[in-house]
């Protein structure tokens, strides 16, 4: 069963880039018929895609987020991530990454990992 | 697009729920919809995908359909058990992306 997995900083300071990564476990990120996917979750609230990017580097943004995101793949880590630059309060949130299947719906999902940015 | 679903819902044990999606522009049928469950502290997981599908391992409990509006998609969960007591998303997407619903809050009474 594929397995996913995000890292990175906890707390970003505003302003600065926000940077995770995810490790994909017992299951290639190469198939092209996969999009790789990061969705966040203000707290209390609801779910919001992010973006999602396939192994060959062609990726799909948020419009509303798409000036500060950028995703990339790194296939000899099966690893794949997630920049967004000039961070706000506003984004503070739980940041999960996500298996996008052909299906366009999201089939497996990392645990989640909590960023906090300070106002 | 935005997808639409009411806050809450809630029912007894052993009742049937039903939790509606509705998409604010073009058709529910364009393209399918999928739904997740998340109980707190835990990423969601999917209960029904491309309308209508369960995933391997999920209730047949739970199903999925389309409106005759062509307008709204629906979950519906029979047997309500107090392990249903979570927060529900629709997503479906277009040629701009994904989008999610706002959330529907399940209260098992």
């Known amino acids: 069963q594929v397995q996913l997995q995000e890292s990175g900083p906890g707390l970003v300071k505003p302003s600065q880039t926000l940077s995770l990564t995810c490790t994909v476990s017992?299951?290639?990120?190469?198939?092209?018929?996969?999009?790789w996917s990061w969705i966040r979750q203000h707290p209390g609230k609801g779910l919001e895609w992010i973006g999602s990017?396939?192994?060959?580097?062609?990726?799909d943004y948020n419009p509303s987020l798409k000036s500060r995101v950028a995703m990339s793949v790194d296939p000899a880590k099966n690893q794949f991530s997630l920049r967004m630059t000039s961070v706000t309060a506003a984004d503070t949130a739980m940041y999960y990454c996500?298996?996008?299947?052909?299906?366009?719906?999201?089939?497996?999902w990392g645990p989640g990992t909590l960023v906090t940015v300070p106002s | 697009f935005i997808l639409t679903q009411p806050h809450s819902v809630s029912g007894s044990p052993g009742e049937t729920v039903t939790i509606s999606c509705t998409r604010s522009?073009?058709?529910?049928?364009?393209?399918?919809v999928h739904w997740y469950q998340q109980r707190p502290g835990s990423a969601p997981t999917t209960v029904i995908y491309?309308?209508?599908?369960?995933p391997s391992g999920i209730s047949g409990r739970f199903s999925g359909s389309i409106g005759s509006s062509s307008k709204s998609a629906f979950l519906t969960i029979s047997g309500l058990e107090t392990g249903d007591e979570a927060d529900y998303y629709c997503q479906s997407y277009d040629a701009a992306g994904r989008v999610f619903g706002g959330g529907t809050r399940l209260t098992v009474l």
């Open positions: 996500a298996r996008d299947t052909s299906f366009v719906y999201f089939d497996y």
């Open positions: 522009s073009g058709s529910i049928e364009n393209n399918y």
């Open positions: 491309a309308d209508d599908q369960r």
């Open positions: 017992a299951g290639s990120i190469s198939p092209d018929n996969y999009y």
């Open positions: 990017i396939q192994y060959s580097g062609s990726a």
